[in-house]
């Protein structure tokens, strides 16, 4: 849930953002220390950061792979001038809209996963804050960086004995009805 008057940006914009060489030098996110010890480094760290283009393959990966899943549908003409990761996701968004069925909840799913990732990969926490917990639907939510996980810091979600971690797979799915975990298991 969105709250009114809260603009969230598209997945492709901050992808596309993170592709720039500002956010691909080494130490650029708000990823946290590192946790406990490790061993003393002989090599010196690489010059780029891993996790960023880690992040930018895995979601490029996915949506291409959304897209080759989606083949029977008619491909959609390009706007020309439209950047590729925009391209990419509105042509990913017509197929959907084509099969029908659970298709455009699933995209829907993966782009706010997406984009989310992103914005916490950027150091905006902010976008975890605006979704319910799936378990007492209250606004109490923090991003954990250690565990990638959100958790419900409400006191009545620390009462009952349900789970109080969300990773943002499952954040995704509960916000668009369950429709990611069907198309992905299928």
Same mark, same amino acid.
């Given at each position: 849930?969105? $709250?009114?008057?809260?603009? /969230? &940006?598209?997945?492709?914009?901050?992808?596309?953002?993170?592709?720039?060489? $500002? =956010?691909? %030098?080494?130490?650029?996110?708000?990823? #946290?220390?590192?946790?406990?010890?490790?061993?003393?480094? /002989?090599?010196?760290?690489?010059?780029?950061?891993?996790?960023?283009?880690?992040?930018?393959?895995?979601?490029?990966? !996915?949506?291409?792979?959304?897209? @080759? &899943?989606?083949?029977?549908?008619?491909?959609?003409?390009? !706007?020309?001038?439209?950047?590729?990761?925009?391209?990419?996701?509105e042509r990913a968004r017509v197929q959907a809209e084509d099969l029908g069925m659970?298709?455009?909840?699933?995209?829907?799913?993966?782009?706010?996963?997406? @984009?989310?990732?992103? @914005?916490?990969?950027?150091?905006?926490?902010?976008?975890?804050?605006?979704?319910?917990?799936?378990?007492?639907?209250? =606004? #109490?939510?923090? =991003? /954990?960086?250690?565990?990638?996980?959100?958790?419900?810091?409400?006191?009545?979600?620390?009462?009952?004995?349900?789970? %109080?971690?969300?990773?943002?797979?499952?954040?995704?799915?509960?916000?668009? #009805?369950? @429709?990611?975990?069907? &198309?992905?298991?299928?």
């Open positions: 849930m969105v $709250e009114p008057g809260i603009s /969230v &940006q598209k997945p492709a914009d901050l992808l596309d953002e993170l592709d720039s060489a $500002e =956010w691909k %030098r080494a130490g650029s996110t708000a990823t #946290g220390p590192p946790l406990g010890r490790s061993a003393t480094r /002989v090599h010196s760290p690489a010059p780029a950061n891993d996790t960023v283009l880690d992040h930018l393959a895995a979601c490029d990966g !996915e949506i291409a792979d959304f897209i @080759a &899943q989606a083949r029977r549908a008619p491909a959609p003409a390009v !706007e020309p001038g439209l950047p590729t990761r925009a391209a990419a996701y659970d298709w455009p909840s699933y995209l829907a799913a993966m782009e706010w996963r997406h @984009a989310a990732s992103s @914005a916490l990969l950027m150091g905006d926490t902010d976008v975890i804050r605006r979704e319910p917990c799936p378990a007492c639907r209250t =606004w #109490g939510l923090i =991003w /954990v960086v250690s565990h990638k996980a959100a958790m419900c810091v409400n006191r009545y979600c620390a009462e009952r004995s349900g789970p %109080r971690m969300w990773t943002l797979a499952q954040l995704a799915a509960e916000r668009n #009805g369950g @429709a990611m975990d069907a &198309q992905a298991a299928g």
